[in-house]
């Protein structure tokens, strides 16, 4: 059974940066075509792609976002981390880590219960 | 970046009603079209990948169709638990993209 959650603040400055954690079991991330993406949402709005990382270490990211992201895992911990640098009011949302199907054509077919995080002096 | 247009933006329709929610590709997507479904207050749940393929659990009243640029997703006969916001999205290439959401609401 494959589940996600993520973790992490709740409340952010502005011009911080927000580290969110996406712990997750029923899969590893050293399996051939495994891979775990990042969503995201402003409240009352819609889905936002930010993020993906492979099982290869194969990364990519939002190009409007890119020059503040960075996405890693962690095999051992079964956890991939976001991490967003000098974060902004409008980057309140709720985050969420999701698996994609492991072959072509892909999906998210598994979502972590989302974060919401709130960037506010 | 391929744009995922989603019209209508919402409607409102009755239980027993047959809903459809069409999608658009701003450029050839093949089959890569995947819905979702989003109740409020939860996270968004796969209901339609490749085009037409149910995820399991996901009751038959649900159907998807569609090729190339344009998709659309069919509620047979809506009931109860369907009302809640519907998102495409593509995955044939990065960075991926969805729609911005159809809401489904109760007429």
């Known amino acids: 059974q494959i589940t996600l959650k993520e973790s992490g603040p709740t409340l952010v400055k502005p011009t911080q940066t927000l580290t969110l954690t996406c712990t997750f079991s029923g899969f590893s991330l050293t399996t051939n075509g495994v891979s775990v993406g990042w969503i995201r949402q402003p409240p009352g709005k819609a889905l936002e792609w930010l993020a993906l990382i492979y099982w290869n270490d194969d990364k990519h990211y939002s190009p409007s976002l890119k020059s503040s992201l960075t996405i890693t895992k962690d095999t051992s911990k079964n956890q991939v981390v976001l991490t967003m640098t000098n974060i902004d009011p409008v980057d309140t949302a709720t985050y969420y880590c999701?698996?994609?199907?492991?072959?072509?054509?892909?999906?998210?077919?598994?979502w972590g219960q989302g974060i919401l995080v709130t960037v506010s002096a | 970046d391929i744009q995922m247009t989603q019209s209508p933006s919402s409607l409102s329709a009755s239980v027993g009603d047959r809903v459809t929610i069409t999608c658009r590709a701003s450029q050839s997507i093949s089959n890569y079209l995947n819905w979702y479904q989003q109740k409020p207050g939860k996270a968004p749940k796969l209901l339609i990948y490749?085009?037409?393929n149910l995820q399991s659990g996901v009751p038959s009243r649900f159907s998807g169709s569609g090729s190339g640029t344009d998709f659309t997703l069919t509620i047979s006969s809506l009931q109860p638990e369907d009302f809640a916001t519907y998102y495409c999205q593509q995955s044939y290439n990065v960075p991926r993209t969805f729609g911005q959401g159809t809401k489904v609401e109760i007429k």
């Open positions: 490749v085009v037409s």
């Open positions: 999701a698996h994609q199907h492991h072959l072509e054509p892909r999906y998210f077919d598994y």
